[in-house]
């Protein structure tokens, strides 16, 4: 069964802190999407990734950092984590050339 | 923006009522999906249609495509207190040159017993 992982369920950080966000699938798949959830504003892209050690911002990157070494991990940074940085972050995969994402389970990030 | 939107934003039901929920678009697509997502949790992919189709079924799931006016509608038939939870339709973005998916901003359906 297809499975997508998040470090966190919840996440409570202070401003200018350091935040990592990791996300991992056992699917072998090529692709891997970061998002952010926000009321009235859907989900929006921050990140994605083809393949291992490639990236491709999103239309939100800024702010936001990533780290692809290993097919299976795919990791959103918070550089200096800022409040307007609280949301819910939903971490995708999807096999190349298909069409489905499958979604890991969010981790709701509050940033004091 | 190139979001695309849903309407309503909310819809309230009775069990084993039928919900139709609409979603709009803006670029041309390749295909449209829809996504079921339970409160608090990631999303859940529920059936795609491709642009040269113009209907399609999953179970209670009838999905249409109307691409000359560019939107979709999904409708839950004979719905049960399970299906409560927000649908996202997403469509491919290739005609931006881009791999990515556009979602819209969701429609909230809650199903009383």
């Known amino acids: 069964d297809v499975k997508v992982t998040q470090s966190s369920r919840y996440l409570v950080k202070r401003t200018g802190e350091k935040v990592f966000l990791e996300c991992v699938q056992d699917m072998d798949h090529e692709n891997m999407f970061w998002y952010r959830q926000d009321p009235g504003l859907g989900l929006r892209l921050i990140y994605f990734?083809?393949?291992?050690?490639?990236?491709e911002k999103g239309d939100i990157p800024e702010g936001y950092s990533v780290s692809r070494e290993k097919k299976e991990r795919f990791s959103l940074i918070l550089e200096s984590a800022s409040t307007n940085q609280t949301s819910m972050y939903l971490c995708?995969?999807?096999?190349?050339?298909?069409?489905?994402?499958?979604f890991g389970p969010g981790t709701r990030l509050t940033v004091l | 923006s190139q979001q695309g939107e849903e309407d309503p934003q909310a819809l309230s039901i009775q069990e084993g009522e039928n919900a139709t929920m609409n979603c709009s678009y803006k670029?041309?697509?390749?295909?449209l999906q829809w996504y079921r997502q339970n409160s608090g949790r990631g999303l859940v992919h529920l059936i795609l249609?491709?642009?040269?189709?113009r209907e399609k079924h999953s179970g209670r799931l009838r999905v249409t495509l109307d691409t000359s006016k560019k939107s979709s509608s999904l409708l839950i038939t004979a719905s049960r207190a399970a299906d409560t939870a927000s649908y996202f339709c997403?469509?491919?973005?290739?005609?931006?040159?881009?791999?990515?998916?556009?979602f819209g901003t969701g429609t909230r359906l809650q199903v009383f017993p």
């Open positions: 670029t041309s697509i390749n295909n």
């Open positions: 997403a469509t491919d973005a290739r005609s931006y040159n881009t791999d990515k998916l556009i």
């Open positions: 249609i491709r642009s040269n189709e």
């Open positions: 990734s083809y393949d291992v050690k490639m990236k």
């Open positions: 995708a995969s999807r096999k190349q050339s298909t069409d489905t994402q499958y």
